[in-house]
């Protein structure tokens, strides 16, 4: 974002195969200027997925739905393994 002199993005996709937190910690003050997440979350990663979920509503203030834009909290359903963090 600094490199491109990007103050704004609207959507960012994240599918790293259960790199999504390291990812985000690694943006770090670069998150605050990104509107949209979309990660992909497999079944198998939702026992780690508690920082993941922390950063993003406590540390980033953002809402977590499904991509279908139902309300989505640890334990529910995730169609298409595919999360969706909004401002």
């Known amino acids: 974002l600094r490199r491109e002199a990007l103050t704004r993005v609207r959507v960012l996709k994240i599918d790293t195969e259960g790199f999504e937190l390291q990812v985000l910690t690694g943006a ?19 026992s780690k997925a508690e920082a993941l979920l922390r950063l993003l509503t406590q540390e980033q203030a953002m809402q977590l739905s499904t991509v279908e834009g139902h309300p989505w909290h640890l334990g529910d359903a995730l169609p298409e393994n595919n999360l969706w963090a909004s401002r």
């Open 28 to 46: 770090g003050s670069c998150l605050g200027g990104v509107e949209n997440i979309i990660l992909e979350l497999l079944p198998a990663q939702m």
